[in-house]
């Protein structure tokens, strides 16, 4: 269930965000929900492996290196999901710390989190 509401509201989020942002294009409310479900999964299964292949580059950059990595992530969740469109690098990279950043700032600050804190 927590999955779920994670995934609504960063899909709101992306609703949002992509009325704000002239480079990125998104057709609905149902849409940015499924660019959030896509953009999850590739996450969970893209995501660690390109981090493994590129561990020396990472470390070199000093991390900075994971930046490229989450636009790539929205570069492929933009040709993945119909209707989605990132017009360039430089906005899949500002669009994917701002997505990075709210899911900070709203998940990371849970009342669960806090609880468990006690």
């Given at each position: ?20 942002m ?14 959030a479900?896509v953009?999850?999964?590739l ?15 990472t ?39 701002l997505?990075?950043?709210?899911q ?15």
């Amino acid at each position: 269930m927590k999955f779920i509401i994670k995934v609504i509201l960063t899909g709101l989020f992306i609703a949002v965000l992509s009325n704000f942002m002239k480079g990125i294009h998104v057709p609905g409310l149902l849409a940015s929900i499924v660019v959030a479900l896509v953009l999850a999964v590739l996450n969970a299964v893209v995501k660690p492996i390109l981090i493994l292949l590129t561990l020396p580059v990472t470390i070199v950059t000093l991390g900075l290196f994971l930046l490229v990595i989450n636009a790539a992530m929205v570069l492929l969740c933009a040709e993945i999901v119909d209707g989605f469109k990132v017009d360039s690098f430089w906005y899949a990279l500002l669009f994917s710390i701002l997505v990075s950043l709210f899911q900070s700032l709203v998940f990371g600050t849970s009342v669960e989190k806090r609880q468990n804190r006690n």
